[in-house]
Nanobody
C-alpha cells in the first residue's frame, strides 16, 4: 500500500523559509514522478513544483522554491525561501507515473496523495 506523509509545515513571517518533506512508502522502485501542490481556502488545488527527470515550477515560486528528492531515503523535499503571505496554504505531495512534461500541473497525472501540511505566512 502506497503512503505519502508530509511534514515541515508551520507558521513563519514574510521573508522566512521552510523546508517541507514527504516520505513515501510502498513503492517497489524510485522511478516515479512526484509533485507538490497547494490549496488555499476557497481556491482550487494548484501545482507548485514537480520532478521527474526534470524539474518544473509554477511562475509564482520560481527562484524562491526548490524541489528535490533523496531516493535512498524515499523522501521528496520542497525548500521554500522568501516566503510571502500568498504562499499560505495546505501543501500536499503527490506521486504519479510516467513522464510529467507540460502536464505536470494536472491532478490526473498523480495517483497517490498525502494528507497535507499547513504553511502559514504572516506579515
Amino acid at each position: 500500500q502506497v503512503q505519502l506523509v508530509e511534514s515541515g509545515g508551520g507558521s513563519v513571517q514574510s521573508g522566512g523559509s521552510l523546508r517541507l518533506s514527504c516520505v513515501t512508502s510502498g513503492y517497489t522502485d524510485s522511478n516515479y514522478p512526484m509533485g507538490w501542490f497547494r490549496q488555499a481556502p476557497g481556491k482550487e488545488r494548484e501545482g507548485v513544483a514537480a520532478i521527474d527527470s526534470s524539474t518544473y515550477y509554477a511562475d509564482s515560486v520560481k527562484g524562491r522554491f526548490t524541489i528535490s528528492r533523496d531516493n535512498a531515503k524515499n523522501t521528496l523535499y520542497l525548500q521554500m525561501n522568501s516566503l510571502k503571505q500568498e504562499d499560505t496554504a495546505m501543501y500536499y505531495c503527490a506521486a504519479g507515473r510516467g513522464v510529467l512534461g507540460r502536464f505536470w500541473r494536472d491532478l490526473y497525472m498523480y495517483n497517490s496523495w498525502g494528507r497535507g501540511t499547513q504553511v502559514t505566512v504572516s506579515s
